[in-house]
Nanobody
């Protein structure tokens, strides 16, 4: 019923920038919270940043001051601007949305993941 399509990943040198986008579509009544998670090889998936429909922000400490999450509610799209990238940021980044469905109920949906590689 809901699809999240991610884009913007790629290869970048340390200190560089990338902007990830995630657009949600489907039988959506409201998207309460959207966020980005990442999973590096051999590590657990971790929360990177979230933003509620009211604009409340949450970041993991390691990205504060470098990453900025934002959303365009009219487009059902969330963005992650990543600056001053470090090799430690290398991971597959997944978009997440907590959605109220048109027919009722709430559910979490995940994007397919986009690879971010930070390397010299």
């Amino acid at each position: 019923q809901v699809q999240l399509v991610e884009s913007g990943g790629g290869l970048v040198q340390p200190g560089g920038s990338l902007r990830l986008s995630c657009a949600a579509s489907g039988s959506i009544s409201r998207i309460y919270t959207m966020g980005w998670y990442r999973q590096a090889p051999g590590k657990q998936r971790e929360l990177v940043a979230t933003i509620t429909s009211d604009g409340i922000l949450n970041y993991v400490d390691s990205v504060k001051g470098r990453f900025t999450i934002s959303r365009d509610n009219a487009k059902n799209t969330v963005y992650l601007q990543m600056n001053s990238l470090k090799p430690e940021d290398t991971a597959v980044y997944y978009c997440n949305a907590h959605v109220r469905m048109v027919l009722g109920g709430r559910n979490d949906y995940w994007g397919q993941g986009t690879q971010v590689t930070v390397s010299s």
